[in-house]
């Protein structure tokens, strides 16, 4: 029974929510807790032919027998979360906990009247800035205060911490990416807070010496949405060349793509805390490994950039995603036991 945290290794949209429920599906989790800033985020799952996008709830929901919850670190849009609870109609299964900070109208403007906001870094629009200034400067409102989050109040510390008492495994997933750490990324052009392993445990309440396993997830083609640098960037004739072309879950603008970068990758495993590795995007890196399940069916050039990859990460790379439904992973876990 293991307490895992899920992170981003570079700037985000790596698809976290993609490994997050393949490892839950695996894992059988009894809680799995968001971290992270806020409705910035945008996860994308797909099951079957069903593809799901969420900013608020977990991106573990396709697994119907956890309880969902939202961490005291992370802002909440109430008309975002009850929204999503509405389509995916988790009403019953899904808690904030009473801490979380608001987002409110008035952050949503001031997002997007700031043109430091808006044109320089790029941000989504969706007032978490704003909305984590105020909270800094301890004028915000809390999850508490809101008459229609009542029914979804939990502390949320007391609950994941006390699953992992019982001896029953937890997933804690975090959001955005390493390279938009508001301590570690390319400041000014970050979010609003951290978005290392260790932030994430802190936005859930639970402790550094109860986590057995930090996961990072990388994207063989890095992407960025966003101004900022980005050292391994392609020009945009390149990565369409490459058939590489993606668009924002939350904002729809058209994702910045990049080369692997080892260095990057090495640095974030490191602060990180990472004990294996995920890839995702593998299809990219040579289309015949598209939907491949099996680690003995990869290509040789697939195989020699993920033994590359690993030399850069310094960590098993144990999940291998090959397409963005479901089933199309790799899970070499079992092989690796930490
Ligand atoms: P943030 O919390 O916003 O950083 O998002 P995220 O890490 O959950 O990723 P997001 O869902 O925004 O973006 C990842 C995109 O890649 C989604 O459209 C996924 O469906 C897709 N995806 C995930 N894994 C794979 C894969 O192995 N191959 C391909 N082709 N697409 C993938
Ligand atoms: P903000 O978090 O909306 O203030 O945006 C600040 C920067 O972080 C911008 O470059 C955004 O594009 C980026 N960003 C914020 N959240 C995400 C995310 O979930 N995925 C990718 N980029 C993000
Ligand atoms: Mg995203």
């Known amino acids: 029974m293991t307490c895992t945290i899920i992170v981003g290794g570079f700037f985000g ?21 968001r971290g992270g800033v806020g409705p910035n985020a945008g996860h994308t799952v797909q099951v079957g032919d069903r593809q799901y996008g969420v900013r608020m709830v977990p991106s573990g929901f396709v697994y119907p027998d956890a309880r969902l919850c939202i961490g005291s670190g992370v802002l909440v849009d109430p008309r975002v979360l009850l929204n999503e609870l509405d389509t995916l109609d988790a009403h ?20 997007k009247a700031s043109d430091h906001l808006r044109e320089t870094i790029g941000s989504t629009g969706t007032g978490c800035g704003p909305a984590n200034a105020d909270r ?10 809101l008459p229609e989050l009542q029914p ?17 495994s937890v997933l804690l997933e975090g959001t955005q990416g390493f390279g938009i750490s508001l301590y570690y990324g390319t400041y000014p052009y970050v979010t609003s807070k951290d978005t290392s392993a260790s932030q994430i445990a802190a936005d859930i309440g639970v402790g550094p010496t109860v986590i057995d396993d930090v996961v990072v997830v ?3 083609y890095p992407t960025r949405v966003g101004e900022g640098p980005f050292s391994t960037e392609m020009s945009h004739d390149e990565s369409t060349a490459l058939g590489l072309q993606e668009f924002g879950t939350v904002t729809h603008r058209e994702r910045r793509i990049g080369a692997w970068d080892g260095e990057m990758a090495r ?28 680690f003995r069916r990869l290509s040789p050039r697939a195989k020699e950039f993920l033994r590359d990859a690993e ?3 310094g960590r098993p790379i144990t999940l291998i995603s090959t397409g963005p439904e479901l089933s199309q992973i790799i899970d070499l876990r079992a092989e690796y036991c930490t």
């Open 136 to 145: 800094v400067m301890r004028t915000g409102r809390l999850a508490r205060d």
């Open 152 to 168: 979804y109040l939990l502390d949320v510390p007391a609950a994941v911490n006390a699953e992992i008492e019982n001896g029953n």
């Open 218 to 220: 990388f994207k063989a």
């Open 92 to 111: 019953r299964r899904c808690f904030v906990d009473f801490r979380c900070g608001i987002i409110e109208e008035e952050h949503i403007l001031r997002d």
């Open 311 to 313: 030399a850069d990460i």
């Open 13 to 33: 949209d790596e698809g976290k929510g993609k490994i997050v429920a393949h490892i839950a599906h695996q894992d059988n989790p009894t809680i799995i807790a």
């Open 267 to 294: 640095y974030s495993a490191m602060i990180n805390g990472c004990t294996q590795a995920a890839i995702t995007g593998f299809d990219k890196v040579d289309h015949a490994c598209a939907g491949v399940t099996e």
